[in-house]
Each structure stands twice: as structure tokens, then as C-alpha cells.
């Protein structure tokens, strides 16, 4: 009897890597996670428009959701931490005795400051703290830093309403000026947001950068004239001219000064800094731009690892 011999079956010869992407492109196919085009990544971004507010909205609205009061600690923590600073600075350091107005300057002055500060802070955790949001749906990750700082400016909002009651129950007169609030608002919030960018990324690579984070923003609002005039320190003689080039430009304090200026009557023109719309606006468009295309360049690595 002859012996019959098999050939094994072949296996097939592998594609080629050029072969298979000539076929997913021909089929508009893309690599799962990539990262897409700066436009198209701005596209993509405003068609989430929608759920970036009713995100920051409910984040807003769920903040003090266990607490008795309610929304209404949306105000008075800020206003308690100005109450605590004006007995602190105000009164035990003696600083009222040399800034007119001082209650309706200081309280500004928290408002404006607690708003970066909350901005940063939720920013540095945006995509650390919500990684499961991130890899169970796909949309820009740009949109929860920018949705944190959202809902940052929303709380000030409300808190605006008891900044007014106080200008006006200390004698502030309401002044077309206080349109000047619209937009020096925007350009702060544009700051915000794209600092808040910049941190969301170092955030989501280190982590641990959100407990260092309160003791670097306690030592800016400390240099950003929260609780004291920077115009009258800067007019002192004995101060190095770079110190004082530098207290003038920090962003957190151009962007209290200048809501200063609009609410407040006796804040003069002469005590802002010079050109001062113009590095507000220098300000807002660096941390912006800058800071979503820092974010933007990282997109595929948020939530891997």
C-alpha cells in the first residue's frame, strides 16, 4: 500500500501594514483614541457646548446638595472669608486705616480671587478625579477643565448679587462703570479656564500636584493684594523696580483691580497698574490659547495607564 503524504494548510501570508491602512482609510476607519486636529478638536469641542454647561451647572448645583443651606453657602464662604480677613488684616494689622472703602475693596477682592483659586483647584483635578467619565465615553477631555471653570463663574454670579447689596449699603453709588464687569468677567474666565487646562494635564500625569496646589495659590493671593492696596506699596521709594514691575503685572491681581475700578467709585484710574487692559487681555489670551493646545497636545493620553 503506497503512503499517502499531507501537506499541511498554509497559513495565510500576513497582510501588509500598508495594505491594512490603505483599507481602513478606504473605509473611513481611524485609530481608536487618536488624537484628532487642532480645528477639528475646536469642532468637536463646540458641539459639546451643551454638555459643557449642563455639566457645570450640575456639578454647580450638586456642590452643596448634603448641606442644610444649600446654595446658599455659595455665598458665604466667600463672605466668611472675607469676614475673617478683614479682622485679620483689617483690623488687627491696621491696613483699613490707608484704603478708602475698605470693606467693599476687600470683599472684591475675595470674590475675584476665590473665583481663580476654585477655577485652578477643580482644574487640577478634572481629569485625575473623574477617570471614569473619561474612558467609559469619548468626547474632548478639554471639556471638564472648561466646565469646572464654568461652573466657577456661576457660583461668582451668585455671589455677585451680595458683592452689590454690600457696595450699595456702604455707600457705593451704582456707576455705568460697572459695565466694565462684562468684560473684564470674560477675560479672567478666558485666564482661568486655560490655566485650569494646564493643570488638568499635569494633574492627570502627577496627581499629587493637587495637595501641593492650596499652599502655591495661599502665597499668590498673598502677593495679588486681596487684603491690601499693591498701589501703595508700589509708590514706596525703597522697592526694587522689578519687584514692583512684577506685582503690577501678576494676572490675579490685574483682574482684581480692574473689577475694582468698575464697581468701586474711590478706586481711582490713577491706582491701576499701566496698560492695564491691555495685559489683561495679554494674560487671557497666553493661558487660553496656550494653555488648551498644551491640554489638546496630550488628548490620546488621558485616562490610559
Not at 480645528?39 to 454638555?51: A, G, K, N, S
Not at 473665583?115 to 481629569?127: D, K, L, P
Not at 455705568?176 to 470674560?186: D, E, Y
Amino acid at each position: 500500500m503506497s503512503q499517502v503524504l499531507h501537506t499541511p494548510p498554509q497559513s495565510p501570508a500576513p497582510a501588509d501594514e500598508d495594505d491594512l491602512a490603505a483599507l481602513a482609510a478606504r473605509h473611513g476607519l481611524t485609530v481608536s483614541g487618536a488624537r484628532p486636529s487642532l480645528p477639528e478638536y475646536v469642532r468637536q469641542l463646540w458641539e459639546r457646548r451643551h454638555f459643557i454647561t449642563a455639566f457645570a451647572t450640575a456639578k454647580l448645583t450638586a456642590q452643596y446638595s448634603q448641606a442644610k443651606l444649600g446654595q446658599v453657602w455659595q455665598v458665604m464662604t466667600p463672605l466668611l472669608n472675607a469676614a475673617v480677613y478683614y479682622f485679620i488684616f483689617g483690623v488687627l494689622l491696621g491696613t483699613k486705616k490707608h484704603v478708602p472703602d475698605y470693606i467693599p475693596f476687600l470683599v472684591t477682592g475675595v470674590f475675584i480671587w476665590t473665583f481663580t483659586q476654585s477655577s485652578i483647584m477643580a482644574g487640577t483635578r478634572a481629569i485625575s478625579g473623574n477617570l471614569g467619565l473619561v474612558r467609559a465615553l469619548h468626547f474632548p477631555r478639554a471639556a471638564l477643565p472648561i466646565s469646572f471653570a464654568l461652573q466657577q463663574l456661576q457660583q461668582l454670579l451668585f455671589s455677585m448679587a451680595a458683592l452689590i447689596v454690600i457696595l450699595i449699603c456702604f455707600g457705593v453709588p451704582i456707576s455705568v462703570s460697572w459695565l466694565l464687569v462684562i468684560p473684564a468677567l470674560f477675560l479672567q474666565f478666558t485666564f482661568n479656564a486655560g490655566v485650569s487646562m494646564v493643570m488638568a494635564r499635569m494633574g492627570a500625569k502627577t496627581p499629587d500636584i493637587a495637595q501641593l496646589m492650596p499652599f502655591i495659590l495661599r502665597t499668590w493671593m498673598y502677593l495679588s493684594g486681596v487684603m491690601w492696596s499693591i498701589d501703595k506699596l508700589t509708590k514706596a521709594d525703597d522697592l526694587p523696580h522689578a519687584v514692583v514691575i512684577a506685582l503690577e503685572t501678576n494676572p490675579a491681581a490685574v483682574y482684581i483691580d480692574l473689577m475694582r475700578y468698575a464697581l468701586i467709585d474711590s478706586f481711582h484710574s490713577s491706582q491701576l497698574p499701566p496698560h492695564v487692559w491691555a495685559a489683561a487681555t495679554g494674560w487671557a489670551l497666553l493661558a487660553g490659547v496656550g494653555g488648551f493646545i498644551y491640554f489638546w497636545k496630550a488628548e490620546e493620553t488621558y485616562g490610559r495607564g
